[in-house]
């Protein structure tokens, strides 16, 4: 069992997951390891770890600087795969999830999917990496049993959906809003709606990211999925120099959604 | 054995790629935008009346066709082919770029959308947007750098004048891949009421098909002009590159014809060894960005990399898929020409044909008067004169140390 099926394995109708977002090396390299050590001691259930682009394309404006923040200090894609192996060293069971733009990945070749094995990363989620782009990276991800996480957003039909259902794993992440990370959340039914849609259609667990800034959205989001992404708002907190706060606020969303 | 004059040529193929590049790499939101032009697209391109309703506005609102005009004292001081200059420069805006939107308006009116977003390096596509949708009453928004915004200052007038909103970018380098990126942004925001005007031969497919195809009205052109006025097709045909959809628009119709050369010209900066320039295919690797797979410059951990030319227009990172692959299967030649050789053509088409040439085009120039010279007599070179270069004046009185 990988440890993505493990962790969704706990989840019941009171216990849903938490997972958290942000870009490695944002402010600094150190801290950046130091806030991931301090998401899951308060609570994270899978870290989603960004891997800082120039272009960020489907950023809102915070997780754009936090992407700036992290060039600035000339983070590889090494350093990237060593906070992965520190944080696997002292913890065997927190899953992590790489995300990022495509052409971050493809500077790997055909080394990626070993190296992200060794660092310990179970699965990979390519923000501008449709499902029909994807067979032959999915096919070397999975080799090492690395999941490619599929992003399904409310313009994905059901046509669509079945098609990217046949080739997924790990869990899916529906992207609540048309928009940008950050963006303000409105409608709650619609976003329900699609997922109930998308959970009649699949096993597979589903979390809802995008424009979850408080305990009370999480709340709402997590009462009809397996759970949520919380990632702006974190970042929030880096770029406001208040990384202190990261973990009673982790611990609030954690509580809220169980 | 006669040799073969014509090769096979279809692309994109049902996939959207042109060998290995091109390629729809965007968020999972924006596939239903771009398979629904996609759809609106491949009804519309054999459909008679819509092609009838482009042409249309091409002739009586942007003034095709455009002149195939002999530069006789340019040609005489270079001593060499004899050169022609395909005066896009001559459209309505000033520039080729008109002829794209003048037809993806329309796609837009087909789809029922009611804004159109567009971004802008040298402003020359940003005004050709917001022309069209000031004659077609769509709501306008242009996204252009806040370094471009600087340096064309003109142009942003005349979007604001036409009516479009112009959105600062101050992200990245502040330039027209940024802005492109803030395109997007909007795009995926707002994809269900928005049409998305890219302005060049880049982007996810179905868009650097539909922009080709658009602008392939100047090659076809040129076909009958050529076969009018010297009996035969150009010996060679030089386009400035950046994204490309000037270069694509000559050369496309020519493809097949291999008699012709073709080459493009890419924006060397300082010069290509320097490092600091704009030109993926003399020195860029295979990547993706801004939805498609293409040559771009690069660093090895795939961070894109600040870019450097004289002029805005071709200040780009990436470049059309389809000339990655014409690069790479050779039918294309691709050069470069720094800014200073750029600068110097310049002035010297001004001075010697009173036709002052947008910076862009200038450096398709500059690679012509170093070839020029080396060609003989019989030989004719067509130069596609992309666009006219009042937009620069700023810059060019900068370079000279003057001040306006």
Same mark, same amino acid.
């Given at each position: 069992?990988?440890? #993505? ?20 090396? @944002? ?30 394309? $489907? ?19 090494? @350093? ?12 065997? $069971? ?25 660092? +310990? ?29 599929? #992003? ?29 990370? +950050? ?5 709650? @039914? ?9 959970? &009649? ?9 995008? +424009? ?12 009809? &999925? ?9 970042? @929030? ?5 208040? &990384?202190?706060?990261? $973990? ?11 | ?64 066709? !455009? ?159 050529? *076969? ?19 270069? /694509? ?20 900066? !300082?010069?290509? *060894? ?17 939805? /498609? ?17 004289? !002029? ?73 004169? !992309? ?5 620069? /004046? ?7 140390? /003057?001040?306006?």
């Amino acid at each position: 069992m990988t440890r #993505l099926e493990k962790i969704f394995k706990q989840t019941s109708a009171k216990k849903k997951i938490l997972v958290t977002y942000t870009v490695a090396g @944002d402010p600094s390299l150190k801290t950046s390891k130091k806030i991931l050590d301090d998401l899951v001691s308060s609570g994270a259930d899978i870290l989603e770890i960004g891997v800082p682009f120039s272009d960020p394309m $489907s950023e809102g404006p915070v997780i754009q600087k936090a992407h700036e923040r992290a060039l600035k200090k000339n983070i590889e894609f090494k @350093d990237i795969l060593n906070i992965c192996k520190q944080i696997r060293k002292k913890n065997s $069971s927190v899953p992590i999830v790489l995300m990022g733009y495509m052409n971050s990945f493809l500077s790997l070749k055909n080394k990626l999917a070993k190296e992200l094995f060794l660092a +310990g990363v179970d699965g990979v989620i390519v923000v501008d990496l449709p499902y029909d782009e994807s067979k032959s990276f999915f096919e070397n991800l999975r080799q090492e049993d690395i999941d490619l996480i599929r #992003l399904i957003s409310p313009t994905t039909d059901s046509k669509r959906l079945k098609q990217m259902l046949a080739s997924s794993s790990g869990y899916l992440y529906y992207v609540s809003l048309k928009g940008i990370t +950050g963006a303000e959340l409105k409608n709650f @039914d619609e976003v329900k709606k699609k997922v109930k849609k998308i959970k &009649s259609l699949t096993h597979l667990p589903v979390v809802v990211g995008f +424009g979850i800034k408080d305990t009370k959205t999480a709340k709402k989001m997590a009462s009809f &999925s397996d759970g949520i992404v919380v990632g702006t708002k974190i970042i @929030d907190f880096i770029e406001n120099k208040s &990384s202190k706060r990261i $973990s009673s606020f982790t611990k609030s969303l954690k509580k809220a959604i169980n | 054995m006669k040799s073969k004059s014509k090769i096979n040529y279809t692309f994109p193929d049902e996939n959207g790629r042109f060998g290995e590049f091109g390629g729809k790499y965007v968020s999972e939101t924006l596939i239903t935008a771009l398979e629904e032009l996609e759809k609106i697209y491949s009804k519309v391109k054999n459909d008679k009346s819509f092609q009838e309703e482009v042409i249309k506005d091409l002739n009586d609102f942007v003034g095709r066709p !455009s002149p195939l005009y002999f530069a006789e004292r340019w040609t005489e001081k270079l001593g060499g082919a004899k050169i022609y200059l395909k005066r896009e420069d001559l459209n309505h805006t000033g520039a080729h770029k008109i002829n794209n939107t003048v037809g993806q308006v329309l796609l837009a009116k087909k789809m029922g959308k009611k804004r159109v977003i567009a971004e802008t390096g040298a402003g020359q596509h940003g005004v050709a947007t917001a022309t069209v949708a000031a004659r077609h009453g769509l709501e306008c928004i242009v996204f252009m750098g806040e370094e471009d915004i600087e340096r064309q200052s003109l142009n942003v007038y005349r979007m604001k004048l036409l009516g479009a909103k112009v959105c600062s970018v101050d992200s990245g380098t502040k330039t027209l891949k940024d802005a492109m990126n803030e395109a997007m942004r909007d795009w995926v925001t707002n994809v269900e009421d928005t049409h998305y005007i890219i302005g060049s031969v880049a982007g996810p497919h179905p868009y650097p098909e539909i922009v080709r195809d658009f602008n392939s009205i100047v090659g076809k052109e040129l076909k009958l002009q050529s *076969k009018k006025e010297f009996g035969k097709y150009p010996d060679m045909i030089v386009a400035c590159v950046g994204g490309g959809s000037n270069a /694509m628009g000559i050369f496309y119709p020519f493809i097949k014809d291999i008699k012709t050369k073709l080459v493009g010209v890419e924006a060397g900066g !300082s010069g290509v *060894k320097s490092g600091k320039h704009a030109a993926p295919l003399s020195d860029g690797k295979v990547g993706v960005l801004h939805g /498609m797979k293409t040559y771009l410059m690069q660093d090895k951990n795939g961070q894109i990399l600040p870019t450097h030319s004289v !002029s805005a227009g071709l200040d780009y990172p990436g470049v059309g898929p389809e000339h990655a692959y014409l690069r790479d299967i050779g039918r294309v030649e691709y050069q470069s020409a720094t800014d200073q050789q750029a600068l110097k053509s310049f002035h010297e088409l001004t001075r010697t044909e009173g036709i002052m040439p947008a910076l862009e085009t200038s450096h398709a120039l500059a690679y012509v008067n170093k070839i020029a010279p080396k060609l003989s007599k019989s030989k004719i070179i067509v130069i596609n004169l !992309s666009g006219r270069g009042d937009k620069d /004046m700023f810059t060019v009185a900068k370079e000279d140390g /003057m001040t306006l």
